[in-house]
């Protein structure tokens, strides 16, 4: 194996979380793996919410938010929120979304989504115990905070929906959520907790996982890939912009919102994803502020706090290009101003932080696009906000796909 080729059993195109977990899963069932990434565990990996939530697994093509979007072509802000112009990909994409929002498709993906994200949970607390690596892994619980008893009665009907999938809840009076958490706003009248979901640091956490896929013999390439060619015995050589070659039976695309542009350059049929941008802001802290992790259902920003820091995610905006959709100084102002609206001890830390502001690769059921789409390549991606959560259970899927791909092979 020379420097400019590696030969393995599968090339994983793509090193945030959903990459790493492929890779690490890969090579500890014993396959030999290489990793492909010009920037491995950056992008939205990093700049999430680090929350693993069963209790979120409601497909976002759903008739509230298709209404939500349906105001957001007549106002400039708001939960969801778009950006000009619009591409005709971007117009495609809200058609189908406007499809899969019909009444009860939503109820039914969800429960795809929470056997997944269930399942992942479990595979995280088996992964740091098996490698014993720390992600900052916590059991906070997330309590969905209301400011009126018209939306506590909605997220209460929401909960219910899930007790039905497993997922436990309780709805909490005004009192109660205010000795649960003493430092929330005045104006929070109510909400719903989830005791069983979990708060992580991203960045530690896909560090972790890349670490541990290269202990079990996962090579890691940095490098970009300017695509792939098959041979006439069934080996793919995915080419990079440095010159380095990967020879593999089968390649995984887990690029995240890169991935259709990446399918477009290895010359199979693209996913439909749409680029979702969302913002962080990630202030240092002495204490946690929080003894659980916090969403605010009016404004949609959501509140991680460890004890040295509290991580601040909202936003939702598509169209327009990077450079148009990207936050601005004004989307993290109305972000912190929300922030602090729920817990106000955000307003005591005078250090800004640091910030960051990156496309969801989003599909329009809301549902993650796991398939093969030849005999040897497999997309996975189309995560939207639940890439850090649905990692590990993604990963199981493509190690089936990738033993499909094998028995073909050999038949």
């Not at 202990?215 to 440095?242: F, I, K, P, W």
């Amino acid at each position: 194996m020379s420097d400019k080729q590696l030969d393995v059993d599968v090339a994983v195109v793509g090193a945030g979380i959903v990459g790493a977990w492929i890779s690490y899963q890969l090579a500890r069932d014993g396959r030999t793996v290489a990793l492909a990434d010009p920037h491995p565990g950056s992008g939205a990996s990093t700049g999430n919410a680090g929350m693993l939530v069963p209790s979120y697994c409601i497909p976002m093509s759903n008739p509230s938010v298709l209404r939500s979007g349906i105001r957001a072509l007549i106002q400039s802000h708001g939960a969801v929120s778009l950006a000009r112009p619009l591409r005709p990909a971007t117009l495609g994409w809200m058609t189908q979304f406007a499809w899969q929002s019909r009444p009860g498709r939503a109820r039914r993906d969800s429960a795809v989504l929470c056997a997944m994200a269930q399942r992942s949970t479990a595979l995280y607390n088996e992964f740091t115990e098996a490698e014993g690596l720390d992600i900052g892994l916590r059991r906070t619980g997330w309590l969905h905070t209301v400011r009126s008893d018209k939306l506590l009665a909605q997220e209460s009907k929401v909960a219910e929906h899930l007790d039905g999938l497993g997922v436990r809840s309780k709805v909490l009076t005004r009192d109660e959520t205010h000795r649960l958490e003493a430092g929330l706003g005045d104006d929070v009248c109510g909400g719903v907790l989830f005791p069983d979901d979990s708060a992580l640091d991203p960045a530690a956490t896909t560090a972790a996982v890349l670490s541990a896929a290269a202990g079990h013999g996962a090579h890691l390439v940095t490098a970009e890939v300017a695509g792939t060619q098959t041979d006439s015995r069934g080996r793919v050589t995915v080419r990079t912009h440095t010159g380095q070659q990967i020879r593999a039976r089968t390649v995984v695309l887990a690029a995240g919102a890169l991935t259709p542009a990446l399918a477009k350059r290895c010359g199979v049929a693209a996913p439909r994803i749409e680029p979702g941008f969302g913002w962080t802001i990630v202030l240092p802290t002495e204490r946690a502020l929080a003894a659980t992790s916090l969403v605010s259902a009016e404004d949609h920003v959501v509140i991680n706090a460890s004890a040295t820091s509290i991580r601040i995610t909202g936003g939702m905006r598509f169209g327009g290009s990077a450079r148009t959709a990207s936050a601005t100084a004004a989307d993290f102002a109305d972000l912190r101003a929300a922030a602090e609206r729920l817990l106000p001890a955000i307003s005591s830390i005078d250090d800004p932080g640091h910030t960051w502001s990156g496309a969801r690769p989003m599909t329009a059921s809301g549902l993650p696009n796991v398939r093969c789409v030849d005999d040897h390549h497999i997309v996975a991606a189309g995560h939207g906000t639940l890439g850090m959560t649905l990692a590990p259970a993604t990963a199981e899927a493509v190690a089936r796909e990738v033993d499909n791909t094998s028995l073909r092979s050999h038949t």
